[in-house]
Nanobody
């Protein structure tokens, strides 16, 4: 079992940056692929990015590629989402998740955090 806690959300102006963190419990953090998803009001949960257990493989949704970067520090049991050039359409609750494989399919992730709100103003 994995406990996940997101942090770093907040209010930022369009064009600005935020860095989200997801802290995981347990010494087995490194066996999980990690992903970030987001959900805006009135929309379904959307894949953002994911990273393999070693960090060797990353996937990005087309909407964020080139602007967002996922990384992980297995020694700290933490995954990060660096968000640059933010747009109002990035406004959402951001969730981190842990699973057995790198995937954009939310159903393949077993553990989820409670989310952190990101609001981008124009």
């Amino acid at each position: 079992q994995v406990q996940l806690v997101e942090s770093g959300g907040g209010l930022v102006q369009a064009g600005g940056s935020l860095r989200l963190s997801c802290a995981a419990s347990g010494r087995t953090f490194s066996i999980y692929a990690m992903g970030w998803f987001r959900q805006a009001p009135g929309k379904e949960r959307e894949f953002v990015t994911a990273v393999s257990r070693t960090g060797a493989i990353t996937y990005y949704a087309g909407a964020v590629k080139g602007r967002f970067t996922i990384s992980r520090d297995n020694a700290k049991s933490t995954v990060y989402l660096q968000m640059n050039s933010l747009k109002p359409e990035d406004t959402a609750i951001y969730y981190c998740a842990a699973g057995n494989a790198v995937s954009g399919n939310a159903t393949l992730y077993d553990y989820w955090g409670q989310g952190t709100q990101v609001t981008v103003s124009s």
